[in-house]
């Protein structure tokens, strides 16, 4: 009987379908297959994060063309697409947009710093490396004027200072990393200590870049360049005698 069947097997002839065919076969299960739909939480989340991200946008577009204290939210919304309620069910105020869009820039920046340091091998070069990149971030007009104006903002308002002293805070670790990643194991024996040296990098390019503004035939670009990068050097490398 085992013989038989096998034998049975072996003469039926077995039937392939064209590969046309098959194709047709293989489309049709696909159209036939149900689509994976996103549940409506996911999709109110997507929408929510859209709206997020172009009001974000339209205040960095406003801030820059008007300032600060001058824009309007009705400006903001309208730049994106919006209206005031739209805003609000995002953002509490102008100013909790501003600090929005201060840690969007902080992380994007830091992001970039540790890239770069990460491609040199030796502290010297991450040092140098970092300098530059100092220099090109300090001449951005736009961030410089909205900082200065924000500054100047919250000194006159108690909330908005408490606010913007808590968020430096926060960046003080930030530039503890920076250090660690330049020159891991090794202590920072400046002459000043780590929230100083940010804090006078940053007032000095801020300073040079207004009077830029003022008047560039006094203080022109490439000068810039210059005491930026020498600023940077002599404040990191500066010993007690």
């Given at each position: 009987?085992?013989?038989?069947?096998?034998?049975?097997?072996?003469?039926?002839?077995?039937?392939?379908?064209?590969?046309?065919?098959?194709?047709?076969?293989?489309?049709?299960?696909?159209?036939?297959?149900?689509?994976?739909?996103?549940?409506?939480?996911?999709?109110?989340?997507?929408?929510?994060?859209?709206t997020r991200r172009k009001l974000l946008a339209a205040a960095e577009t406003i801030f820059a063309r008007d300032g600060f204290e001058a824009a309007r939210l009705e400006d903001i919304a309208a730049e994106a697409g919006y209206t005031r309620g739209a805003f609000y069910a995002n953002f509490k105020s102008k100013e909790d947009i501003f600090f929005a869009?201060?840690?969007?820039?902080?992380?994007?920046?830091?992001?970039?710093?540790?890239?770069?340091?990460?491609?040199?091998?030796?502290?010297?070069?991450?040092?140098?490396?970092?300098?530059?990149?100092?220099?090109?971030?300090?001449?951005?007009?736009?961030?410089?004027?909205?900082?200065?104006e924000f500054k100047l903002y919250a000194i006159r308002h108690p909330r908005a200072q408490t606010r913007l002293r808590a968020r430096?805070?926060?960046?003080?670790?930030?530039?503890?990393?920076?250090?660690?990643?330049?020159?891991?194991?090794?202590?920072?024996?400046?002459?000043?200590?780590?929230?100083?040296i940010g804090t006078a990098l940053g007032a000095f390019s801020h300073a040079l870049l207004v009077e830029h503004l003022v008047d560039p035939a006094t203080m022109p670009s490439e000068e810039i360049q210059r005491l930026l990068k020498a600023s940077f050097e002599m404040v990191l490398t500066a010993r007690e005698r």
């Open positions: 009987m085992h013989v038989c069947i096998l034998q049975n097997k072996s003469t039926s002839p077995v039937r392939r379908l064209p590969m046309s065919v098959k194709s047709q076969l293989v489309r049709r299960k696909e159209s036939r297959a149900v689509p994976v739909r996103s549940s409506p939480r996911s999709r109110q989340k997507e929408r929510t994060e859209a869009l201060l840690d969007e820039w902080i992380a994007e920046r830091m992001a970039e710093v540790y890239a770069l340091i990460e491609k040199y091998d030796t502290p010297r070069q991450r040092l140098d490396a970092l300098r530059d990149m100092y220099a090109e971030f300090a001449q951005n007009r736009r961030l410089a004027l909205l900082s200065l430096n805070k926060s960046m003080r670790c930030n530039k503890e990393e920076i250090w660690n990643r330049i020159n891991p194991g090794t202590k920072h024996n400046a002459l000043v200590s780590n929230p100083a």
